[in-house]
């Protein structure tokens, strides 16, 4: 199994930036792809954002296209989804989970509360 946590959520206005970290262990290297997620209140979960573990490729949520990025630090078991541009939308619990190859995601993480507001 792999374990996640989530860090680096905050409160932050319009416009800024924010860094979140999805940290693993566990069986880290049966996994295949890690993906963001996140809810608002009375929202259905949206997918945010993927990368594979070994090739590294990319895939974003339309709404956050252009204003995040994804990228991985295999050596330390470590994603990190960079969020430029916030838009008070963007507010929601963040998640990260990991697919380690069943097309099911898995080890879902606490979650980030990120909170963009003027």
């Known amino acids: 199994q792999v374990q996640l946590v989530e860090s680096g959520g905050g409160l932050v206005q319009p416009g800024g930036s924010l860094r979140l970290s999805c940290a693993a262990s566990?069986?880290?290297?049966?996994?295949?792809?890690v993906g963001w997620f996140r809810q608002a209140p009375g929202n259905n979960r949206e997918f945010v954002a993927g990368i594979r573990w070994s090739g590294g490729s990319t895939s974003y949520g339309d709404s956050v296209k252009g204003r995040f990025t994804i990228s991985r630090d295999n050596a330390k078991n470590t994603v990190t989804l960079q969020m430029n541009s916030l838009k008070p939308e963007d507010t929601a619990v963040y998640y990260c989970a990991a697919d380690i190859g069943s097309g099911r995601w898995d080890g879902w993480g606490q979650g980030t509360q990120v909170t963009v507001s003027s």
């Open positions: 566990g069986r880290t290297f049966s996994t295949y792809r």
